[in-house]
């Protein structure tokens, strides 16, 4: 297959003394969407966090296109082309839609934001409309749209999505799941944490399961999804 | 009448400067910087040697002034405030008064407690004569500063990659680094930026009030800072109008009410405004949808 892009090796993350992330493995090839799943508490956003920067670990190694990125603070890692989206949205809630996204390009010049946003328009037209209104007037599905265009905009070659349909209502998490589908057709390629599995491995091509800070089951998201143990612990029996 | 009007005016102008330099730190830092008036004393220290001294020329005494607050703002925060960075507010707070009265002892070494006479910087500017009101010089410059800063200040923000960098950092540094923002050297440049507004206010003030000494910038301070809680801290154009109301009513109180109750009745309209608009006159309520 293609060429790896993140390959994270034997990651151990503590809070303080408690040891979070136990000797964590996983890759992420080119074109590829894979998805972490796992409960409550599992590690799943701790791993995106350390990975995009914003935690640094104790051990263990993080290569992202074939150099080390484990300990480098978050703001260099975007500009190497890895960009999260994360848990709770977090857009800038008294900046303007447009301001969102041109921070989202905070690395790249001025003079290419313009095309990249227009490309994000395209993709969430919603955005567009309400490009003058502040972000806190926008409901909890456009902001996650906005989060998601903000993130694409540093023209990412890793996106990294946390619980991208959080708090949403139904309808809005199978337009969240559409627009991954998207981005993947468009060559993005994706690592996504979620809590609901069901979504998660249907888009999927490969899947890890975290428990407790330890990966305990790994396979392609349909075989995960077809897996007794699996099933039982996060699909509803 | 008129007269007091504006040399209210002139002295909440002054207020207002060192308001935006507060207003600043604290809108994107999110901390008060309490050592800010002192660094408006160091500026009117550092005009007053490059003038009395060296004999410079008053806008090479001005730019000094801003580079020695430039470089001292930055050195407090990187040595100060940012081994605070995830410290509680108490303790930042607590380390910015410990700050102050730092500087106002090295100050007190340097420069003994002897006040020195501040030459007027601001007499190139001809004083306007209206009818039979002349309004001093250094009250036109005073007045025209102000205005000038806040409107940069307000483009800046509101326009530029920095400034909404700025804006971006103040409400999660978290997700600013996600965007590749440089979250220390924004804060850096924040208090770069504010101190150099307070070296300008030190030098107009010193302009306004000759006497230089070590706690010149204490009082003028701590109003200011009530001024910008008064304009909603935060708010630039908050600051501004907090400013100049707060020296505007000094100077009525001083001519109409007392001399000596002036000060008290500054702050007891900051309480009632506070009571009856807890974010300030201009400040807004941040609603948040989670």
Known sequence: MSDTLLKVDDLNVYYGNIHAIKGVSFEVKEGEIVTLIGANGAGKSTTLNTVSGLLKPRTGTIEFCGKSIAGMPAHRIVRDGLALCPEGRRVFLQLSVKENLEMGAYTRSMSEVGESIEKVYELFPRLKERYKQVAGTLSGGEQQMLAMGRALMSKPRLMMLDEPSMGLAPILVDQIFDIIGDLHKAGTTILLVEQNARKALAVADRAYVLETGRIVNTGTGSELLHDDSVKKAYLGG | ???????????????????????????IAKMLNFAHGDIIMVGGYAAFCASSYLGWPVPLCVLFSMMVCTILGIVIEKLAYKPLR???????????????????????????????????????????????????????????????????????????????????????????????????????????????????????????????????????????????????????????????????????????????????????ALIVVLLVKPTGLLGKKITEKV
């Open chain 2, 1 to 27: 009448m008129l007269n007091y009007l504006i040399s209210g005016i002139s002295l909440g102008s002054v207020y207002a400067i060192i308001a935006l330099g507060y207003t600043m730190v604290y809108g």
């Open chain 2, 86 to 268: 995830n410290a509680t507010s108490l303790a930042v707070l607590i380390t910015a008064i410990g700050v102050s009265y730092f500087l106002q002892n090295i100050a007190l070494l340097i420069w003994t407690s002897n006040p020195k006479a501040f030459p007027n910087m601001a007499d190139f500017v001809p004083p306007i004569k209206l009818g039979d009101i002349t309004i001093p010089s250094v009250t036109v410059i005073t007045v025209a500063a102000s205005v000038i800063i806040m409107i940069a200040l307000t483009l800046f923000t509101g326009m530029t990659k920095m400034g909404k960098a700025m804006r971006a950092v103040s409400e999660d540094k978290g997700a600013a680094q996600l965007m590749g923002i440089n979250v220390n050297a924004t804060i850096s440049t924040t208090f770069a930026i504010g101190s150099g507004l307070a070296a300008i206010a030190g030098v107009l003030l010193c302009s306004a009030y000759p006497t230089l000494m070590p706690t010149t910038g204490s009082m003028p301070g701590i109003k200011a800072f009530t001024a910008a809680v008064l304009g909603g801290i935060g708010s630039i154009p908050g600051a501004m109008l907090g400013g100049i109301l707060l020296g505007v009513l000094e100077k009525f109180a001083q001519a109409y009410i007392s001399t000596q109750l002036s000060d008290a009745i500054v702050f007891a």
